[in-house]
């Protein structure tokens, strides 16, 4: 089992930065990868990026290419989110979330974190 717990939302201008943390405990030495997804009023789900567990290689959606970037500190068992360049349409409840295998789905999720960006 995991946990995940996410911190660091808030409220922001347009064109501000936020950084959200995801703190992982329990197997965190079986991870193999987590991810950030985010989630709008009224839309689906939608995957922003992950990174690998070992190794640290990272993906993106197209959407926040070159504005967000995934790091971790694994001394912390900790990754983070830093959203740069931000615009009203990244206003979502963002969620950390974390798999033991690429052939699964995510099972393990945080508690999610608001996003909120104003015009």
């Known amino acids: 089992q995991v946990q995940l717990v996410e911190s660091g939302g808030g409220l922001v201008q347009t064109g501000g930065s936020l950084r959200l943390s995801c703190a992982a405990s329990g197997r965190t030495s079986s991870l193999y990868n987590m991810a950030w997804f985010r989630q709008a009023p009224g839309k689906e789900r939608e995957f922003v990026g992950d990174?690998?567990?070992?190794?640290?290689?990272?993906y993106y959606t197209d959407s926040v290419k070159g504005r967000f970037t995934i790091f971790r500190d694994n001394a912390k068992n900790t990754v983070y989110l830093q959203m740069n360049s931000l615009k009203p349409e990244d206003t979502a409840v963002y969620y950390c979330?974390?798999?033991?295998?690429?052939?699964?789905?995510?099972?393990?999720w945080g508690q999610g974190t608001q996003v909120t960006v104003s015009s």
């Open positions: 990174i690998r567990w070992s190794g640290g290689s990272t």
């Open positions: 979330a974390a798999r033991m295998d690429m052939t699964v789905l995510y099972n393990y």
